[in-house]
């Protein structure tokens, strides 16, 4: 079992910079690919970034690619999503997610653990 707490979200302006950070307890992530996933108000969860379980390889939504960048750190158990240039079409509930098969990351349904999320609010 591993439990994911995220955390780094906030309100921000348009143009500016937020770092999130997602916690692992219970199990070490280095055997779980990593993703994060967004949600705004009357939208469907969609992709973001997702990493491999190395960190090796990564993978992005169209719509960050340039803009974020996903990160981790094996030895402190935590994944980053540093978001760059906001945009107010960023503002969403920001989940991470673990995959323990480490394949077809972009799709939500093959994820096994979930955070709770974090709230990212970005105003003009």
């Known amino acids: 079992q591993v439990q994911l707490v995220e955390s780094g979200g906030g309100l921000v302006q348009a143009g500016g910079s937020l770092r999130l950070s997602c916690a692992a307890s219970?199990?070490?992530?280095?055997?779980?690919?990593m993703g994060w996933f967004r949600q705004a108000p009357g939208k469907e969860r969609e992709f973001v970034a997702a990493i491999s379980w190395s960190g090796g390889n990564t993978y992005y939504a169209d719509s960050v690619k340039g803009r974020f960048i996903i990160s981790r750190d094996n030895a402190k158990n935590t994944v980053y999503l540093q978001m760059s240039s906001l945009k107010v079409e960023d503002t969403a509930v920001y989940s991470c997610?673990?995959?323990?098969?480490?394949?077809?990351?972009?799709?939500?349904?093959?994820?096994?653990?979930w955070g709770q999320g974090t709230q990212v609010t970005v105003s003009s």
């Open positions: 219970g199990r070490t992530l280095r055997s779980y690919a």
């Open positions: 997610a673990a995959n323990a098969r480490g394949n077809y990351l972009r799709d939500y349904g093959t994820y096994d653990y």
